[in-house]
């Protein structure tokens, strides 16, 4: 059974970092493409960032493009988002979520459709 447990979450100052992990478990990583998404109190699950089943290609949404950076070890069954530079705006619910590539290795999308199995999330708040 595909399982995915995200981890590292907490409460940080803003300009902290903060690196989130995401167990994978039940299937072979390097199959799948992966996404982070967030959501805030009262708003809509935002895309932020996605990396392919390749490894090549990675997206992040503007609000963290050049703070926030998506990885992947697939001897580790584990992809990771590092969080630099945090704001107070970054606080939110973080989920991982994973799909399978379907023959397409260079690709990853960050909206929700784009995705068939989530963890349960992990909460981040940015706060002094």
């Keep these: 059974q595909l399982q995915l447990v995200e981890s590292g979450g907490g409460l940080v100052q803003p300009g902290g970092s903060l690196r989130l992990s995401c167990a994978a478990s039940g299937f072979t990583l390097r199959y799948y493409a992966f996404g982070w998404f967030r959501q805030a109190p009262g708003k809509e699950r935002e895309g932020i960032s996605c990396i ?28 990771y988002l590092q969080m630099n530079s945090l704001k107070p705006e970054d606080t939110a619910i973080y989920f991982c979520a994973a799909d399978l590539d379907y023959g397409i290795q260079t690709m990853c999308g960050m909206t929700s459709g784009d995705f068939g199995s989530w963890g349960q999330g992990t909460q981040v708040t940015v706060s002094s």
């Excluded at 949404?61 to 050049?66: F, N, R």
């Excluded at 703070?67 to 584990?78: L, V």
């Design 52 to 79: 392919s089943s390749s490894g090549a290609r990675t997206n992040y949404a503007d609000s963290v493009k050049g703070r926030f950076t998506i990885s992947r070890d697939n001897a580790k069954n584990t992809v």
